[in-house]
């Protein structure tokens, strides 16, 4: 009844563990430790108030330690850092970092939520005044003062994943000039090539200037400040630079007592949080997940998640009952300007990397009725499974609605849905919410037309790559046609295909291409009835085609 | 191969078959008749038009015949009466409404889409000028017409269904005073009561009148327009009144003939759109459809399912492959003003009506983070199986973003979801798209404490019955007691509950309020320390709750 449990970590999982055990059983005596002196805090909030969309930095921390304190009778000590675990003995040592005093706390169950820190690379002029990781409050604070100051003409951000983005997005929204630097080749790094670029050109569009394939070699300064950011291709003046290249979890208190940590890094537990020692919890961003489609493990440090996983632990630390965290579908999302971008499930790249055999479908569609005013086109890509075609994963991008089909898919996937599935969902229509046919049902629709040969597709990606071996045929008219195509291509208007198809090379590889794809499709119909074979449509169209244009 | 196909009916599931067939099958030799002037329009639009969102008739329009012919290549028949089937002989007898003539037309297959009808009850008045219902074109034109010229001051909306509803926004908005007389308690009928309440009284508070179990007897009018609507309560002077009271699927064809029908009264189709007759087909709101969850037969008469139908039959018709759809869930969306509402599944009601033993939880939240600005409150109530924790329905109400928790929900109900499996969706975070524990993951996990016991629930609509027969205890602070509580309660801030709970009385039954119901779950996680046995929380605190407050 009075079990002692002690949470070491004080953000999303850990606080979450410790107020869920404390309403399941109020008579345990929960004792959190954290090494910062915020608790409770939206890491996720932080480039918004960097951005001052979040004005003030009391928004931004949940809960105090004593508000926490006031609402779930729990004490938390702040500046207080975990050095080591002692299993057998079952105590933590712990420092006081104020004092420097060194306690040993007694548990009979121990949470594990140190969380995860940033990768800093080790590259000169990394301590350099004006080099920041955004993590913490205090990053934030310290970024947002020099902002706030006009001390930042210009900044550098060192990563193109979706921290860096933010980041980027609010400091250039303060009138910084902003450089994105990204070691592969698309920002975005988890995203397909095609959708990745299709948000790279967008912020480029904005006046963020984006290096990709470029390597940073160092940091230079002047009397100690950032002053230059050295790539292996170009140096760029900063006198701010944010590294974001990445986090790692907090495992150095499970590794030294001989925790199982898993493939990725971080510390295995199963499905009830437990790891590989009895009475030891981990939970939040230092511990793995697994993948719901793959069924292997993986790391996805998502606040979501992290809260999650506190409040299963929470349950079966307090009680008997054992509820359960299965896995997890790596869904994540990103707001840039106004373009959102989301990803649930596998990249067409994961997928094939997993071993499936993939089709795919790209698809630009309305997120609401074309009559209604303010509708915006989203673009929706598939990946399915094409033996069993059951969903492996989706990316949805567009100024539209993103959010919506995201979790749409996310939940069809976690229940194992086939594509044939997502077509018959009874999704809510109304002209202000939706279309008839809503996004995912048409990309639905599209991806099973290429699943039973009614149509052949080619991705963006793929052209690009093979744009001097295919005849291209852009059937739109010829205003649109002069205003920018697909580089090679030549003008036939749909409405002119059964009159002037003889024209076209019966055996050599005809790709059609149309604003979004549908107008190609129904080219591609005529073009079969015409007895032509090798015909495939540019799948998403100009509209979703990132590269070059004539 | 050149099969001949007749369809009846050009709105949205005739022009979707005739559509998919001539894809599939460019050499089918289809042919479309219809009765109205107007194909292919956004039925759903209608309301818009009348108040000048959607600004021009022809972005309702979505394809004219030129259009479809163009696209389709199918020739449509406008005003085209199909008046009798002959089944042995496969032939339509249609009336070419212009010109009197009548011809046979001979089909292979028959596809009927004829859709439903405005039912107008059989009274006094109903024909006098400035009565209408909205379902075509030409009613939205004429409404238009007269709202345009100015000439109407007062409307009376007879029915208060989502088109009701609709409607009445686009007149209010136009200046107009609208009153809505509905027959039943509240309007919204296929809502639960606090649910369909909450919008009543938010539609109040708009200015819009509303007499909710009020029954209109007759039409009044001078010089043969319409001047008065005569209820069993009172008179209201009106220059147009819409008749909204719903519709009635058009079977009269398939009557004749013998087709069976269901019971609703629409045309009994299988899961291919085959109706007992071989090679005649009906899709959209002519036919019927199972509702996935009751196993039963249910008539939605909605767009969405309208072309899926169309789509579905399509398929079946041109090609050997079997494409189906299994059922739908009755998902339906309203935007009241800056309100939005929506329902998937059963009501509460419905479910208890259809045998099951139900559990519901009512759950206000944000629908993004709380310190990301434009946040708003939606309310969630689900609905599930007791025995299975099989959602049965949700119903989502609020200014902030409700389709997406709809679609979420609906796709989750689609695969038999247990409130368990809602609670772990990996659904997508960020700080502008939603929050750590998303509003449906945040109900899920409430239901669950409902169904564990770790908490008991009132719902407002009980409470409201029982008001007398319980002590209320307001926990929030005394400033928002006093700006208005439920009718008998007392104030006990929860921060003083531990002190100054033995004023309670311990052996009569507690209901314990707050603002959401979040601080009465922690109140009555006090009380039940402290050894109370007999408490509840009102779900949805004050903020869901619709009925009068003091
Ligand atoms: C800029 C940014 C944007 C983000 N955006 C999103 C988003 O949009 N959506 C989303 O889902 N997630 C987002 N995240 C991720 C989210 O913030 C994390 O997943 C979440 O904070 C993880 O919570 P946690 O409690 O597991 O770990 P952490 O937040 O890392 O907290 C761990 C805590 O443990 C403490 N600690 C570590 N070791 C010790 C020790 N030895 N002794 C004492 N204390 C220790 C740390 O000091 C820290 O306070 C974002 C993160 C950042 C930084
Ligand atoms: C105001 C309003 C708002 C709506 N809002 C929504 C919404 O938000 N979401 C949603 O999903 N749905 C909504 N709907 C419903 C949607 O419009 C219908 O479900 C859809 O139009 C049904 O299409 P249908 O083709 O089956 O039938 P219908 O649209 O009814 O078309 C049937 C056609 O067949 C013709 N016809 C009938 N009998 C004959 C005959 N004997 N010979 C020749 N022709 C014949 C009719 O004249 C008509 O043109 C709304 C409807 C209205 C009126
Ligand atoms: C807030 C935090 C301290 C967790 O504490 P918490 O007390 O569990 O807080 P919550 O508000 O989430 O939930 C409180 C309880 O009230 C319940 N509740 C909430 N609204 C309710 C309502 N309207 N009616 C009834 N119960 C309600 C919840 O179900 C939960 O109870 P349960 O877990 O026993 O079911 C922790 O999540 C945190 O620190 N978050 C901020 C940091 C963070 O998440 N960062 C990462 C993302 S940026
Ligand atoms: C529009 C209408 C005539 C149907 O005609 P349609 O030709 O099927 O029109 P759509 O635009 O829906 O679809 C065209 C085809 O292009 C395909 N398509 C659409 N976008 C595509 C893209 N980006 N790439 C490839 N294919 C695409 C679709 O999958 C569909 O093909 P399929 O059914 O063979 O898979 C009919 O739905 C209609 O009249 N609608 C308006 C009325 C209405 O719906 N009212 C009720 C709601 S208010
Ligand atoms: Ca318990
Ligand atoms: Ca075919």
Redesign the pocket.
């Known amino acids: 009844m009075g079990e002692k449990i002690l949470v070491i970590g004080a953000v999303a999982a850990g606080t979450k563990a410790a107020a869920k055990i404390k309403r399941e059983n109020p008579k345990a005596q929960i004792v959190v430790v954290t090494r910062d002196e915020y608790i409770s805090y939206a890491g996720c909030g932080l480039p918004y108030y960097i951005g001052g969309v979040i004005e003030e930095k009391k928004e931004l921390v949940v809960k105090t330690p004593e508000d926490f304190k006031l609402l779930t009778g729990i004490d938390v000590l702040t500046k207080h850092e975990a050095l080591k675990i002692h299993k057998e003995a079952k105590t933590v040592e712990v420092e006081d970092m104020t004092t420097g005093e060194i306690k040993e706390y007694k548990y009979d169950k121990l949470v594990i939520a140190t969380g995860a820190s940033p990768f800093i690379p080790p590259i000169e002029g990394r301590d350099l005044k004006g080099v920041f990781s955004v993590r913490t409050v205090n990053d934030a604070l310290a970024i947002r003062e020099l902002v706030d100051q006009g001390a930042v003409k210009k900044a550098v951000v060192v990563g193109g994943g979706f921290i860096g983005l933010e980041v980027a997005e609010n400091l250039h929204e303060k009138n910084i000039e902003v450089s994105i630097v990204e070691l592969i080749s698309h920002i975005l790094p988890p995203f397909d090539e095609e959708i990745a670029l299709y948000a790279q050109n967008y912020m480029a569009d904005k006046g963020v200037n984006i290096y990709t394939g470029e390597k940073v070699l160092s940091l230079e300064g002047k009397d100690g400040r950032v002053s230059k950011v050295i790539t292996d291709k170009r140096e760029i003046a900063a006198d701010l630079v944010i590294m974001s290249v990445g986090v790692r979890p907090n495992t150095e208190l499970a590794k030294e007592i001989g925790l199982e940590l898993g493939p990725t890094g971080a510390i295995r537990v199963n499905e009830y949080m437990e790891t590989s020692e009895r009475d030891i919890y981990a939970v939040g961003d230092c511990a793995e997940n697994m993948n719901l489609i793959t069924g292997q493990p993986a790391w996805y440090p998502m606040g979501s998640t992290a809260n999650k996983m506190g409040r299963v632990a929470g349950i079966n630390i307090a009680n008997e009952e054992k509820d359960s965290l299965k896995g997890v579908l790596g869904t994540t999302i990103v707001k840039l300007f106004k373009l959102n971008a989301g990803k649930t499930g596998l990249s067409e790249r994961d997928a094939r990397k997993a071993g499936f055999e993939v089709e795919t479908a790209l698809v630009p569609a309305n997120d609401r009725a074309h009559y209604y005013p303010g509708y915006r086109e989203i673009i929706t890509k598939l990946v399915v499974d094409k033996k069993t075609h059951k969903i492996l994963g989706a990316q949805v991008i567009g100024e539209g609605v993103v959010d919506k089909p995201m979790d749409i898919i996310a939940t069809a996937i976690t229940f194992g849905a086939k594509v044939e599935d997502l077509e018959k969902l009874d999704l809510a ?3 202000p919410f939706s279309t ?1 046919m809503a996004s995912t049902i048409l990309a639905a629709n599209v991806l099973r037309n290429k699943l039973t040969g009614r149509v052949q597709g080619i991705n963006p990606v793929e052209l690009k790559n093979r744009l001097h071996e295919v005849q291209i045929v852009d059937v739109r008219d010829e205003g649109s046609f002069m205003v920018g195509t697909i580089p090679g291509a030549v003008n036939i208007p749909s409405g002119e295909l059964y009159m002037r198809a003889h024209a076209l090379d019966k055996h050599k590889e005809i790709v059609l291409v149309c604003k979004i794809g549908k107008n190609a499709y129904l080219s591609y119909l005529k073009l079969k009835e015409l007895g032509f074979e090798n015909v495939k449509i540019l799948e998403g169209g100009t509209n979703a085609y990132p590269y070059e244009k004539e």
Chains 1, 2 share one sequence.
């Open positions: 229509y109304a002209p008839a």
